[in-house]
Each structure stands twice: as structure tokens, then as C-alpha cells.
């Protein structure tokens, strides 16, 4: 049993989602679906059954999920009483990586994690996911090595020279209407803005999600909105079934690769740019390096349909 999948465990029966919780740890659904899967094995029970909302607690579930939480408790406590010994034996800072990622940045950070895992399997990761005016505050602070960002047309950038952070756009992506291909509205060739008020849509319920549809739209009381939520096969299933439309980006991969969906754009959008926050007053490791090179590389490459 490793300590991880009861973290794991512990996420699931809050989200009560295999794909929200792969979001919010940096992993696959398949892996987290495996981890799963191991950790009933060790116990010998079953943790989870399917529902119509995702998946729900069995009864030996709701207890394991009452114990874990009492482990990881212990277990946090065991860490914070050993850090006096590990700052004091752990003088090369090369050997642990801390980021700060955006919401985004989930749909892909997994497969970038493992390709700099191949190359430096030694080096601790450490990520938390974070608005980006906290982390440049991480960034100054020194806490924070590497700021994974996606940011909007809309930004204050004259921020980041105050605070003494470079950012490096590596791609932009204009958001865009997404839906059903067996929708009418498949063949339109352009949204004007005030043309998408007039049909239902469904958003992600994410701050810096609304935050881009207030800068769009304004009020957003008066969008025809009808689904909330941060789960992309509820996101899916609304825009197919419901014939919804979704705003989003082409790298909602879970989307555009259901091959159900197509992206049509809005006239006068927004970006969203990827790349990069790293502070000019502290220089970055040889790991960090390595991993920016990575992370550009799958961005400029690999960050396609």
C-alpha cells in the first residue's frame, strides 16, 4: 500500500469524480483508475461503485476514507518534524523542483512530468496549482522555482515587471465555440458575440474560466446558461445531448479528440497564452532547465488535436 493512493482515495470521495480528481492530482485517468484498483486489492474490498453522477462510497469505502484520513494526518506530522533534519542534511537545492501551475495546465502537465521523470528520475516534484498572481507572489518569495501559466488577453503584465518576474509566451490559443457536430449550428462559419446569447451553453466552474467569459461578455446572468460544472464529460455529454454550446480552446483535448465535436471561431476572442514565470532575481537549476526545454517542446509540438 502506498501512502499516495490513499491521498488518492481521499480526493475521489470529495470529488466523487475518476476525471475531476485526475485533474486536480496531475494524473491519468487510467493511472488513477489503476492506483485505485491497487489499493482495493491491498484491502480486499470494494471502494467504489459507479453512479449516474460518477462514482460513490461503498460502506467499506466510507470507513477507508475515515481511516486514510487519519494516516495521512500522521503521516503530515512525521514529514513537518523531520524538515528541521532535511533543510539541515539537504544543502543541494538541485535535487527538488517546485512549480505552480494554472487550472489549465492539467490537461497535459501528466505527459510532461513523465517525460522529464525519464531524465531525471531523482529530482523531487513538487506542484501546486494556483491563480497566477499567487504565483508570482511564490515567485518572489522564492518559494516557487517555475510558474506553468496560461494567461488571458486581459492580464496586468505591467505586474510582472513590478514584481520582478519574466514571463515567455510560448503559443497562444483564441477561444472558440465548441459543438456537436450533429448540431445546425455545426456549419456556421463565425460567432458574433452577441449571437451566442441566444443559445444554451455550459461553462467550467473554474475563477479564471469565468473570469474570461466575464471579460467577453460582461454580465453573465444574461448568458443562456445552463450546465455548472468542472467535470468535461458532463461538459460533453451536455453539448452533445442538450445541443448546447461550449467556449473554450483547442486544448480541451478530451473534447476535440471525442472526434463528436467541432470548434467554430467567435469574432473579436480572446487569447489565452502558455508559457512560462520564472523570477529575475534568483536563477533557475540545471533541472529547471531541462524541464522548461521539455515543457516548450511539448507545447510547440505535441500541444495539437
Do not use: W
Not at 484491502?43 to 461503498?58: K, Y
Not at 452533445?240 to 463528436?260: M, W, Y
Amino acid at each position: 500500500m502506498r501512502i499516495e493512493h490513499l491521498y488518492y482515495l481521499v480526493d475521489i470521495a470529495k470529488t466523487k469524480s475518476i476525471t475531476l480528481s485526475s485533474e486536480h492530482l496531475f494524473i491519468s485517468q487510467q493511472g488513477l483508475s489503476q492506483a485505485i484498483q491497487k489499493l482495493e486489492a491491498d484491502l480486499n474490498v470494494s471502494l467504489f461503485r459507479r453512479c449516474r453522477q460518477g462514482v460513490a462510497l461503498t460502506d467499506a469505502g466510507i470507513l477507508a476514507v475515515e481511516k486514510a484520513k487519519e494516516v495521512i494526518t500522521k503521516y503530515e506530522v512525521l514529514l513537518r518534524s523531520m524538515e528541521p533534519y532535511f533543510n539541515a542534511d539537504n544543502s543541494n537545492s538541485n535535487d527538488k523542483l517546485t512549480l505552480g501551475a494554472t487550472p489549465y495546465m492539467s490537461n497535459y502537465l501528466p505527459q510532461i512530468l513523465d517525460l522529464f521523470r525519464k531524465k531525471h528520475p531523482n529530482i523531487n516534484i513538487c506542484i501546486e496549482e494556483q491563480k497566477p498572481n499567487e504565483i508570482v507572489t511564490k515567485l518572489t518569495e522564492g518559494c516557487t522555482d517555475i510558474g506553468l501559466v496560461n494567461l488571458p488577453d486581459f492580464y496586468d503584465y505591467e505586474h510582472l515587471k513590478k514584481s520582478n518576474v519574466l514571463f515567455e509566451k510560448i503559443r497562444g490559443f483564441e477561444f472558440m465555440v465548441c459543438v456537436a457536430k450533429s448540431s445546425p449550428l455545426s456549419k456556421r462559419i463565425i460567432f458574433k458575440k452577441s449571437e451566442i446569447k441566444d443559445h444554451p451553453i455550459v461553462v467550467y466552474k473554474h475563477e479564471p474560466y469565468l473570469e474570461v467569459l466575464t471579460h467577453m461578455f460582461g454580465d453573465l446572468s444574461k448568458l443562456n446558461i445552463i450546465v455548472k460544472t468542472n467535470s468535461r464529460e458532463i461538459y460533453l455529454r451536455t453539448i452533445v445531448h442538450s445541443k448546447a454550446i461550449g467556449i473554450t480552446t483547442l486544448t480541451d483535448f478530451s473534447l476535440f479528440r471525442e472526434k463528436s465535436m467541432v470548434a467554430i471561431p467567435i469574432k473579436d476572442t480572446l487569447n489565452l497564452d502558455f508559457g512560462y514565470l520564472i523570477s529575475t532575481q534568483q536563477p533557475v537549476s540545471s533541472a529547471g532547465l531541462d524541464f522548461l526545454e521539455i515543457y516548450k517542446t511539448y507545447i510547440t509540438t505535441k500541444l495539437q488535436l
